[in-house]
C-alpha cells in the first residue's frame, strides 16, 4: 500500500514538460500543484481538492500530449560534449547528464529547453510540427472543454473516444439487431461531441441522455450474451479473434446477421474450430451414401472422407461443400442427400498414402491403353507415362493428372475408354524418346537402367 502511495503518477520530465506548456495555464489549480511539488505522487492526490483529483484522475493523458504537441525540435544536429562526462550537460526535463544535447522550442511561448537523448523522443515531439498556431490553440481549448465534461460525468471522454471498441469486448458476437442500434448511438454521440469540443453545443443534459441509452444497450446486451454464450454454435469471441488474425474479418458481416453458425453463413467460416464443433452434423449428412467422415485435416481447411471399398482418403473442401450442401447438413431445407461422384468432384486427394493409392488403381484400369502410366515420383509430384505406339515417354504433374482423371476413373459405370482417349490425347506434342528424357531428367537414369537388368 505505502509503496503504491508513494509512486509518481505523473514522471519528472512530464511535469517540466507541462510547467513549460501554455496549455497548463488553462488548469490554474493543476499548474500550482506542478509549481510547489517536486514528485507528484499517488498519496500527494489524497490532499487535493475532488475537482483536482478528477483532472489527475480523467484528464492528465490529454493535458501532457496537448502539451506535446506545443514543441519542436530545433533544426540541424545535437551539440556532443565530448566524452568527459563532468562536462555533460543535465537535461532539462528529466535531469539525466547527456553527451549529446538537442534544443527545443515551445512555439506558443518560445520557451527553449536543452534536453537529452531519451527525451527527445518521448512526447511525440517533431523535427517541425505540422500544427498551426490555431490548431495548438484549439488544441488546449479542446483539453478545458474535455475537462469539464469530465468533472461533470466523470470518464466519459474516454468512454466517447473508446466507444467503437466496447462491443467487442463481449464473449459471443453481438448481432446485427442490437449491434445496429449501439453503433447508431456511438454516431449520435460523436457528433455530439464533435459541436460540443466545437464550442457549438453546451447542454450537458445531451451526454445526460446519451449515458442514459447507453446503460439501456448495454444491459440489453448484457441479458442476451448471458442468455446465449454457453449455446453451442453462438459465434465466439475466440472465433471472431481468429477469423481477424486470418484476414477473413469480412465473414463476420455475414455472422452478425444472427449471431450464429447456420447452413447459411457456414461457408464463410472455414477455421477447425468451427468445423470441429460441426463434425457431428457433417459426418450424419455424408453417411447416407456410403462415405465415411474420418477426420479433419487443418491445414487445407478440408474434411477427411473415406469412401466404402476405395481405401482412400479424399479431401473435401469445408468451404466448397458447405456452399453447395451447408443447408441440408444444418437441416435447414429438405435434406438433399450428397452423391459419391458430388464428393469426388469436389475431393482433393493430397496426402502420399492416397495419391499412391489413387495412381495404383489408375495404373491397373490403364495397363491396356495406348499410353500407360509407368512410373511416378511423390518427392517431385510427378507421373511418367508411355506410349506404347511410338515408344516414347513424357512427365507431367502429379496434381494435375490426378485432379482431372478422379471424376473419370471413379465416377461410377465403365470409365476404361474415356480414360484411354483422354491420356492418349493428352500431351501428345510433349513425348520424348528415351534417350532425350534421362538427359533432360537424370532422375530417371536409374529407373531405366533397372529396367535393363530386369529384361536381361
Ligand atoms: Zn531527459
Given at each position: 500500500m505505502e509503496e503504491k502511495s508513494n509512486r509518481l503518477l505523473l514522471k519528472q520530465r512530464e511535469q517540466v514538460l507541462l510547467i513549460h506548456s501554455e496549455v497548463i495555464k488553462q488548469f490554474p489549480e493543476l499548474h500550482a500543484l506542478l509549481l510547489s511539488?517536486?514528485?507528484?505522487?499517488?498519496?500527494?492526490?489524497?490532499?487535493?481538492?475532488?475537482?483536482?483529483?478528477?483532472?489527475?484522475?480523467?484528464?492528465?493523458?490529454?493535458?501532457?500530449?496537448?502539451?506535446g504537441e506545443e514543441w519542436i525540435r530545433r533544426d540541424g544536429p545535437p551539440l556532443d560534449k565530448g566524452d568527459r562526462r563532468e562536462l555533460w550537460d543535465n537535461c532539462s526535463l528529466c535531469s539525466a547528464p547527456n553527451r549529446y544535447i538537442y534544443y527545443i522550442k515551445n512555439r506558443r511561448n518560445s520557451v527553449t529547453l536543452n534536453v537529452g537523448s531519451d527525451c527527445i523522443d518521448t512526447f511525440g515531439i517533431e523535427k517541425t510540427s505540422n500544427k498551426s498556431e490555431a490548431q495548438l490553440r484549439k488544441g488546449a481549448r479542446e483539453a478545458r472543454l474535455k475537462q469539464e465534461l469530465n468533472a461533470k460525468f466523470g470518464g466519459i471522454v474516454r468512454m466517447i473516444e473508446g466507444m467503437n471498441n466496447e462491443i467487442n469486448d463481449y464473449p459471443i458476437l453481438v448481432p446485427d439487431v442490437i449491434a445496429t442500434r449501439h453503433k447508431q448511438l456511438i454516431a449520435d454521440v460523436q457528433e455530439l461531441y464533435r459541436r460540443y469540443l466545437g464550442e457549438n453545443e453546451t447542454d450537458f443534459d445531451k451526454f445526460q441522455l446519451f449515458l442514459n441509452k447507453r446503460s439501456k444497450i448495454l444491459e440489453e446486451i448484457d441479458v442476451?450474451?448471458?442468455?446465449h454464450k454457453d449455446m453451442p454454435l453462438?459465434?465466439?469471441k475466440e472465433i471472431c479473434d481468429i477469423l481477424h488474425r486470418e484476414g477473413k474479418a469480412s465473414?463476420?458481416?455475414?455472422?452478425?446477421?444472427?449471431?450464429?453458425?447456420?447452413g447459411q453463413n457456414v461457408e464463410h467460416v472455414d477455421i477447425p474450430i468451427v468445423m470441429r464443433n460441426i463434425l457431428p452434423m457433417v459426418t450424419n449428412y455424408i453417411k447416407e451414401c456410403g462415405a465415411k467422415v474420418v477426420g479433419i485435416?487443418?491445414?487445407?481447411?478440408?474434411?477427411?472422407?473415406?469412401?466404402?471399398?476405395?481405401?482412400?482418403?479424399?479431401?473435401?473442401?469445408?468451404?466448397?461443400?458447405?456452399?453447395?450442401?451447408?443447408?441440408?447438413?444444418f437441416n435447414e431445407v429438405q435434406v438433399k442427400p450428397i452423391s459419391i461422384d458430388t464428393i469426388i468432384k469436389l475431393a482433393k486427394i493430397d496426402d502420399e498414402e492416397s495419391v499412391s493409392a489413387f495412381i495404383q488403381i489408375l495404373s491397373r484400369k490403364t495397363r491396356n491403353s495406348p499410353v500407360v502410366i509407368i512410373a511416378y515420383d511423390l518427392q517431385f509430384s510427378e507421373i511418367l507415362l508411355r506410349d506404347n505406339k511410338t515408344q516414347e515417354y513424357v512427365i507431367v504433374s502429379m496434381n494435375d493428372l490426378i485432379q482431372r482423371l478422379k471424376d473419370i476413373l471413379l465416377i461410377r459405370g465403365d470409365s476404361s475408354p474415356r480414360l484411354t482417349e483422354y491420356l492418349s490425347k493428352q500431351w501428345y506434342n510433349k513425348r520424348l524418346p528415351q534417350d532425350d528424357l534421362v538427359e533432360l531428367y537424370p532422375r530417371y537414369r536409374d529407373y531405366f537402367e533397372k529396367k535393363k537388368k530386369q529384361s536381361r
Open positions: 511539488n517536486e514528485r507528484i505522487t499517488y498519496s500527494l492526490t489524497q490532499q487535493c481538492s475532488t475537482d483536482l483529483q478528477r483532472i489527475l484522475e480523467y484528464d492528465i493523458n490529454n493535458i501532457v500530449k496537448t502539451a442476451y450474451v448471458e442468455q453462438v459465434v465466439t465473414a463476420i458481416r455475414f455472422l452478425a446477421n444472427t449471431g450464429y453458425i447456420n485435416h487443418n491445414q487445407t481447411r478440408s474434411y477427411i472422407v473415406n469412401i466404402g471399398n476405395l481405401n482412400y482418403n479424399f479431401f473435401i473442401p469445408h468451404r466448397e461443400l458447405m456452399s453447395l450442401c451447408g443447408k441440408s447438413v
